[in-house]
Nanobody
Framework: QVQLVESGGGWVQPGGSLRLSCAAS????????MSWYRQAPGKERELVAR????????DYGDSVKGRFTISRDDGKFTVYLQMNDLKTEDTAEYYC???????WGKGTQVAVSS
């Protein structure tokens, strides 16, 4: 059974930073593309970032390019999302996703406000 557990969310002022973590279990982690999605109230879930199995290739949603960085540590079965220069529009529930296993975490809340 695949489990994805997010952590690191919280409240931050605009311009601040947070690092989200997603700890995975129940899958051969290094073999899977991993991604982060987010969903704001009243909006559809959207892709934030995606990382290849080797970590050599990454993709980002247009709204976070240049501010967010996805990375992975296969030894720790963990994928990270470093979020810098946060904006109020980044407020959302952030979800970890393993597409090939159709697995989702339960999410971690990020709130950006002054």
């Amino acid at each position: 059974q695949v489990q994805l557990v997010e952590s690191g969310g919280g409240w931050v002022q605009p311009g601040g930073s947070l690092r989200l973590s997603c700890a995975a279990s129940g899958l051969a982690f290094s073999m899977y593309v991993m991604s982060w999605y987010r969903q704001a109230p009243g909006k559809e879930r959207e892709l934030v970032a995606r990382i290849s199995t080797t970590g050599a290739s990454t993709d980002y949603g247009d709204s976070v390019k240049g501010r967010f960085t996805i990375s992975r540590d296969d030894g720790k079965f963990t994928v990270y999302l470093q979020m810098n220069d946060l904006k109020t529009e980044d407020t959302a529930e952030y979800y970890c996703h393993a597409p090939a296993r159709k697995a989702w975490g339960k999410g971690t809340q990020v709130a950006v406000s002054s």
